[in-house]
């Protein structure tokens, strides 16, 4: 799946290492989705506060990627 904000990178399937939490994430722009959320270009958050609220840096060191 293309993602709707930058039209540009692949939507991954990933997990959060330090929190075990399953997202779906741009490879391109790093937007980031709740595995249940709807990925549109009105939902998503920004990798920054996404990462921030659970204490964790915004680097992809942070993420395994889940094959699908």
């Keep these: 799946m293309i993602c709707p904000h930058c039209l540009?990178?692949?939507?991954l399937n990933a997990r959060i290492i330090k929190?075990?939490?399953?997202i779906?994430?741009?490879d391109e722009c790093d937007t980031i989705w709740?595995?249940?959320e709807t990925v549109s270009d009105?939902?998503?958050s920004l990798i920054d506060?996404?990462?921030k609220q659970r204490n964790c840096s915004s680097s992809?060191?942070?993420?395994?990627?889940?094959k699908s």
């Excluded at 540009?8 to 939507?11: D, N, R, S, V």
């Excluded at 929190?19 to 399953?22: A, P």
């Excluded at 992809?60 to 889940?66: A, C, L, M, P, Y």
């Design 49 to 51: 506060d996404f990462m």
């Design 42 to 44: 009105n939902t998503g």
């Design 8 to 11: 540009q990178g692949e939507i």
């Design 19 to 22: 929190t075990s939490e399953l």
């Design 60 to 66: 992809w060191r942070e993420f395994d990627i889940v």
């Design 34 to 36: 709740n595995i249940s």
């Design 24 to 26: 779906k994430i741009c």
